[in-house]
């Protein structure tokens, strides 16, 4: 009888640990969770198979400290998933299902009982609104009047009651509120009718639909403002009715409530949602309610794409293209390259969406992996925005902005119509200069410029997140000529707040959204009718859909146009394309002005002339005769020390050992990295090149376990990174 269980301890090796399990001790089945003792602590594990032998001594075997689960967490198909993700992005497989399980569930905790989450009043909270209720017209009374009637799902709240949490929050201290959970799916009181789709969307939509019951990959390339998230929307609709899940992916959590509302009213019934920005509760209910097959949809960011359906049905990635579906530490997977893994595994549709395509996607159509599907015109009266050039040059400029540009701005807001001005750099300035002697902020980290964050008075470095105080004085020279030099959102946003006092102005970045509270304050803001401005970053870019703006202006173009990596044009091209989707997406016309103080530069030639279609054409030809991705496979070993002579012997070593064993393998390196010190760590990396993936897949494992037992790699913080989208 099997009594040694093999399980995946969240530990940085490439390896399952045995274990014995205890007399009495019942069989844990694979996928269930274990505590372990492990280097005189104990950890939570997952077991990935059991046998009768093992080939340590009796002796030797740990018991197995508690069995967690009665019933496995992890369908059969997902622990291929995560066995096969370790293996492909060569990372420890502990680590690996660690990072698939949300943290609710890492520790050990109970599991959280089954049901929707929702809220009622208290005893006492009865009790006191009764004798003393909240004043009128306030959102306290308004929820307060919500949970009279009886308990209330959380989902509904969202959808009925937008910013009812702040009013939840001010209640729960007082003792008014208790968390109860209801069971069954939350219906709404009457989904909102689907408007009638065009003919290209009805035709991706029939695309999809033949696909339910196989794996069908589907590319659908649609213009801003076409309508994908209707395509999206009806074949859900369509699996749902087979009783079947779906999974959604978006690339921000700005994005989640606002497309979680739309997915709530439209669907009729609660969707479970999954990003970071949630507790570690509501994460772990979420991704229970998905295991359970209770949720029928599933919303959520990167780490969603880790959640058990055990009735699937339909995957689908939001803007496909979106760097932010990698990960950039740990375990590097990339979100969008497992759902088509999965989709596979799965036996179900997979619909990668976006009107700017990665380049990797494109190629896959164009050799007929994917099914392209085309969305070449946006829905209902909305037509594509007016694209103007603006050339700088020998132009007098307001903190970045040109006067013809403000000008534009002012006719905007005085239509009663929105702008949006668009800035790729949060804070208030990139640098702090001092006048008289040419002292400027630096990170002592990073060797790079300290960020001035005037609203909360700090220099902060956005590479390592040292902070230090905003000097009365300059440290070189005592002088008080300290200056802002350039501009940020924040920046931009007082000086248009100057110059507009009579319009709100509405900044959109990672500082005015870290919080749960800020974000749905900011985004509720975005909605409200009237005249207003909003500054932000790529934040903005990334589907928002506002019905009342008809002006962009793009700022910061030029640092884009010349950057030393191959993927600048293909990201420069997409957040051109994507920030100026922004505008005109009702009946109102829109307009976008990109400022440049290089107007004949050829990408701006090419999205002029021929649209992001054209550019991605050219930028894949240039791909191909250069044996660059889409076309060739990268790894890139990155490895770090205090010391850069520690960090040059490994890589030196490491390419030596690619060299001598693989011939079909090319290693660039030691090579600096393009920050070179940062948070006080010296960086360099080997770029490993292979014109085929199977060839990169068989080197990696014996090339890493080589340079695992060298006395060189314990002296330096190494990682490998297989596909890498970023080349720092």
């Known amino acids: ?69 009665a019933q496995p967490l992890l369908t059969s198909e997902l622990i291929a998933t995560l066995e096969w993700a370790s293996r492909y992005y060569q ?41 003393t209720p909240p004043r009128a017209g306030t959102r306290v009374r308004a929820l307060v009047e919500c949970l009279e009637a009886g308990s209330v799902a959380t989902a509904a709240l969202d959808q009925n009651l937008p910013g009812w949490r702040a009013s939840a929050r001010s209640l729960r201290s007082r003792g008014w509120l208790e968390d109860v959970r209801l069971q069954g799916a939350i219906v709404g009181d009457c989904p909102v009718a689907a408007p009638a789709l065009n003919e290209e969307q009805q035709a991706a939509v029939d ?98 794409i880790f959640v058990p359906l055990p009735k699937p049905g339909l995957i689908v990635v939001d803007e496909e293209h979106d760097i932010s579906y990698k990960q950039q530490d740990g375990f590097r997977y990339h979100a969008r390259d497992l759902a088509v893994f999965r989709a596979r595994s799965l036996g179900v549709p997979l619909v990668l969406g976006s009107a700017t395509p990665s380049l990797e996607s494109l190629a896959n159509a164009q050799s007929r992996r994917y099914r392209l599907l085309r969305l070449s015109r946006r829905a209902g009266v909305a037509r594509p925005p007016s694209l103007e050039i603006m050339d700088l040059r020998n132009k007098r400029l307001d903190q970045g902005l ?35 002697c040419g002292w400027s902020a630096e990170c002592q980290r990073c060797d790079r410029p300290l960020t001035l964050h005037r609203g909360v008075a700090r220099l902060r470095c956005h590479h390592c997140g040292s902070e230090a105080r905003v000097p009365a004085t300059c440290p070189a020279c005592a002088s008080t000529t300290l200056a802002p030099q350039g501009q940020g959102t924040e920046r931009l946003e007082e000086v248009l707040q100057q110059r507009f006092p009579g319009t709100p102005v509405v900044r959109v970045d990672r500082d005015s959204t870290r919080s749960r509270s800020g974000r749905e304050e900011v985004l509720e803001r975005l909605d409200v009718p009237g005249p207003r401005i909003l500054v932000g970053t790529q934040m903005l870019a990334k589907g928002h859909d506002l019905a009342n703006l008809t002006l962009v202006v793009v700022t910061g173009v030029d640092q884009g146009l010349y950057s030393v990596d191959f993927r600048a044009g293909e990201r420069l091209g997409q957040l051109i394309v994507q920030v100026s989707g922004r505008a005109g997406r009702a009946e109102r016309p829109g307009a976008v002005i990109l400022q440049t ?44 020390a205090r010391e850069q002579a520690d960090v040059t012997a ?79």
């Open 1 to 69: 009888m099997p009594r040694i269980v093999r399980v995946a301890v969240p530990v940085p090796l490439p390896r399952l640990f045995d274990y014995r399990l205890a007399d009495g001790s019942s069989m844990p089945s694979v996928g269930c969770r274990v505590r372990v003792p492990f280097s005189g602590r104990d950890l939570v594990g997952i077991v990935l198979a059991c046998d009768s032998r093992s080939d340590l001594a009796d002796d030797q075997l740990k018991p197995v400290s508690e069995i967690l689960d």
């Open 91 to 131: 990372h420890g497989v502990g680590e690996v299902f660690d990072t698939a399980l949300p943290a609710l569930l890492r520790g050990g905790r109970e599991l959280p009982q089954a049901g929707v989450a929702g809220i009622a009043l208290s005893p006492t909270g009865r009790q006191e609104c009764a004798q």
């Open 207 to 304: 695309a999809v639909v033949s696909g339910v019951g196989g794996f069908a990959p589907f590319l659908l390339d649609g213009v801003t403002g076409s309508g994908k998230t209707e395509v999206y929307l009806a074949a859900i609709g369509e699996v749902i009715a087979r009783g079947q899940q779906a999974l959604v992916l978006v690339p921000e959590i700005a994005l989640t409530p606002q497309t979680t509302r739309r997915f709530r009213e439209r669907l009729g019934f609660d969707i479970a949602i999954l990003h970071s920005g949630l507790s570690e509760r509501e994460r772990g209910v979420a991704w229970l309610s998905a295991a359970r097959g209770e949720a029928r949809v599933v919303l959520g960011t990167r780490s969603a």
């Open 402 to 436: 040109a006067i013809s540009s403000l000008s534009a701005i002012e006719a905007c807001v005085g239509r009663g119509e929105q702008a949006l001005v668009f800035r790729n750099r949060r804070g208030y300035a990139p640098v702090l200069f001092c006048h008289a």
């Open 597 to 640: 103080h290089h107007p004949e530069h050829p990408l701006l030639h090419a999205l002029i002339g021929g649209g992001y279609a054209a550019l991605a054409r050219g930028l894949l030809n240039e791909r191909r005769q250069a044996g660059l991705p889409p076309f060739a496979t990268f790894s890139l070993l990155r490895a770090e």
């Open 650 to 728: 490994f890589l030196k070593i490491a390419v030596e050992f690619a060299r001598a064993s693989a011939p079909d393998i090319t290693a660039h390196g030691p090579l600096p990295a393009p920050m070179p010190r940062r948070a006080g760590y010296q960086r360099s990396q080997v770029l490993i090149e292979s014109i085929e993936r199977s060839t990169m897949q068989a080197f990696l494992p014996e090339w890493l376990g080589q340079l695992r037992k060298r006395k060189e790699a314990r002296k330096v913080r190494w990682s490998i990174d297989v596909d890498p989208v970023e080349m720092g």
